[in-house]
């Protein structure tokens, strides 16, 4: 692992996002508050649907139609959520930027690559010729491994690990300060899934990049990543080092999702209890009360804060004095 800098590089404040829809409001991040530092790697886990993805995108300020935003997220010192609109646009890929899943989806079968490469280049940075975009795309291909011979290429003449290669180095050729990786390993074998993990922690440290990975995969977050944040219902109820989270879990979920682990000396099955609630109208109190082994009264009446249980390590429970 790379030196952390003392400074975060990105700071997000009370931010709650989420999306109108005719049944109701979906809150789907709800008062979340997040930083990362320079060169560190913080990993977001999670179930489906707790609001993993939405916080990637609402850092970035690209929801969908129907999607708000509230808080402040702020990267290397500017408050993007209150900066005009061509500003935002600006930062994304400059101070910011989202590598998907699936890239497939995302990369459009009819440009090539270096289409891609000029397109967005040079909306950033419109005095950059076409050669010279083509030149700086040659020079970030290679060093995702991809021969820059390759450039003339469409999509579908690549394999899947490299299309997502060539995702992050459309994410990474302007050199932002963070990049947030949505499930960046999705559908890939286990082999080019290792290559592609070795690749950004490669980037985080030569470039001295944040990095948020949005993962389901705990294995992936406990090889790549320094800290991880555990996100359930729309909220973080558990922040702290990979050590201390896999060694000594403090939040019962998270607890939960590691007993969920099958190892090479698993000899049962073990899962979480019910299922995560619905956001439309979630519970009062803690979300996880409804499937938490440890509940108590207060926990189905007040919604409990992020305490510190240990040095650098924080959980919102009621466990803990404080929350």
Same mark, same amino acid.
């Given at each position: 692992m790379s030196a952390v800098g003392t400074a975060p590089m990105l700071s997000v404040r009370g931010v709650s996002a989420g999306y109108r829809t005719p049944r109701g +409001?979906?809150?789907a991040v709800d008062d979340v508050d997040l930083e990362i530092r320079a060169g560190e790697a913080v990993g977001l886990v999670g179930e489906s649907g707790c609001g993993k993805s939405t916080l990637g995108r609402a850092i970035v300020g690209i929801l969908p139609e129907g999607g708000f935003v509230d808080g402040d997220v702020v990267i290397g010192g500017r408050e993007l959520s209150k900066l005009p609109a061509a500003e935002r646009r600006k930062a994304r890929g400059e101070d910011v930027a989202l590598v998907f899943q699936e890239p497939m989806t995302? *990369?459009? %079968? *009819?440009?090539?690559v270096s289409d891609h490469f000029i397109e967005m280049i040079r909306a /950033?940075? %419109?005095e950059t010729s076409k050669e010279e975009a083509r030149e700086m795309a040659r020079g970030v291909l290679k060093s995702m491994g991809i021969p820059p011979t390759r450039l003339e290429n469409y999509p /579908?003449?690549?394999s899947g690990g490299m299309r997502q290669r060539i995702m992050i180095a459309l994410g990474i050729v302007l050199r932002p300060r963070l990049v947030i990786a949505d499930e960046p390993t999705t559908a890939l074998d286990v082999i080019v899934e290792a290559q592609i993990l070795a690749l950004l922690e490669d980037l985080k440290n030569v470039y001295d990049m944040g990095l948020l990975l949005i993962t389901h995969n705990l !294995? +992936? =977050?406990a090889q790549t990543c320094d800290r991880v944040a555990v996100m359930?219902? !729309?909220? +973080? =109820?558990?922040?702290g080092t990979v050590e201390a989270i896999f060694s000594a879990p403090k939040h019962p979920y998270t607890q939960g999702l590691l007993r969920s682990l099958i190892h090479l000396d698993t000899t049962h099955l073990s899962s979480i209890r019910g299922a995560p609630p619905d956001l439309l109208s979630p519970p009062p109190g803690c979300r996880f009360a409804p499937r938490c082994p440890d509940v108590m009264p207060v926990c189905t009446t007040r919604v409990p804060r992020l305490t510190e249980t240990e040095s650098g390590q924080v959980a919102a429970c009621y466990l803990y004095p404080g929350a």
């Open positions: +409001i979906v809150r995302r *990369l459009d %079968p *009819l440009m090539r /950033h940075r %419109p /579908h003449e690549f !294995g +992936i =977050v359930y219902a !729309g909220k +973080i =109820v558990e922040i």
